[in-house]
């Protein structure tokens, strides 16, 4: 986000106490609006210690020393905190390149030949290992990217955040989404990555030192192959037996048509790791019917909740169930 002369030149005039009020109208407009998305603070730092190491650096520049952070307004703060970005200036910003946080530690799960193991994310995202595979990815996600790796076969039912993607490394494969169900078979070889997406939509990126990325788009009811770097489309009268060979062996289908109402609660606590908390029996006569596959725990409970004219509350992981019933 470039200052452009305009701003530069009212900047100037408060700085010498000659704004109009028209002009200041003007420039706490501009100051109102969104900084960069790359200008970031460190976690640890504190807005106080931020705006004073951001003082100091433009102290520097402009010849000024040992002036307070008091005697600055919010406007100069953000004058400064730019015009330090157009000059390439250093301060306590961190800048994430699609890497992980390496002051977090990783996790690494292996998986088991014979079943899949269920594992939840510190996003609440539902990753199923499948055989011998493993997976890494940090305690807690950074503030740019959701980076895991994997290392062979393992289905995904990633949470929806609009601007905190998902990504999925395994040798020179990166695989992006915001929020979506897919399954991922890697090898020890380029030509073995291959992708299966139930719902949503993902991004494929083949890196080649030296050339430029190969890069794809895969979209629900498509695969991607990587042996003939291609998109292919699932016919229709194999959707049914693709889905069910992906999810052998997890709780991933949630498709319940006049299901009872206790065997989804059942199912629904099983798979994200939640409990009913005071249920005594208020929905027994309730049926459902519902597609609940592939949607955030909160989302899926909210339309079970509308289903049954109850309402509830989720405190760490339980949940209590107030009100409606069937009759």
Not at 210 to 218: P, S
Not at 242 to 257: E, I, K, S, V
Request: charged share 25%; aromatic share 10%; proline share 3%.
């Amino acid at each position: 986000m470039a200052v452009t002369e305009r701003i530069r030149l009212l900047i100037l005039r408060w700085r010498k106490g000659q704004l109009t009020p028209e002009e200041r109208k003007e420039l706490d407009s501009w100051y109102d609006r969104d900084l960069p998305e790359n200008l970031l603070i460190d976690e640890n730092t504190t807005e106080d210690s931020y705006r004073q190491a951001l003082l100091t650096k433009i102290h520097a520049q402009i010849g000024e020393r040992n002036i307070s952070s008091k005697s600055y307004s919010k406007i100069w703060l953000r004058a400064a905190a730019i015009l330090l970005l157009a000059a390439s200036a250093v301060l306590i910003i961190f800048r994430y390149s699609g890497v992980t946080n390496h002051s977090m530690p990783l996790l690494t799960v292996n998986g088991n030949t014979t079943l899949v193991k269920r594992l939840v994310l510190p996003d609440s995202s539902i990753i199923w290992l499948k055989g011998n595979s493993t997976i890494s990815f940090p305690q807690k996600f950074d503030r740019r990217n959701r980076l895991v790796t994997l290392h062979g076969e393992a289905l995904f039912e990633v949470s929806h955040h609009s601007k905190w993607p998902f990504k999925i490394r395994s040798g020179n494969f990166t695989t992006t989404v915001l929020g979506t169900s897919f399954n991922i078979r890697t090898g020890e070889n380029d030509d073995d990555y291959n992708i299966d997406v139930l719902t949503g939509r993902v991004q494929v990126v083949r890196s080649r030192q030296g050339k430029d990325d190969d890069i794809y788009y895969v979209k629900a009811n498509e695969v991607f192959k990587a042996a003939e770097m291609k998109v292919e489309t699932v016919p229709t009268e194999e959707k049914k037996i693709q889905r069910a060979l992906l999810t052998a062996g997890t709780t991933y289908d949630m498709d319940f048509d006049k299901v009872p109402f206790e065997a989804i609660m059942h199912q629904f606590a099983s798979k994200f790791d939640m409990e009913f908390e005071g249920y005594t029996g208020e929905y027994k006569a309730c049926t459902i019917t519902a597609d609940l596959t592939g949607l955030p725990m909160e989302k899926a409970l909210k339309i079970l909740c509308l289903s049954i004219n109850a309402t509830y509350k989720i405190t760490g992981n339980k949940i209590k169930l107030t009100g409606g019933g069937c009759f």
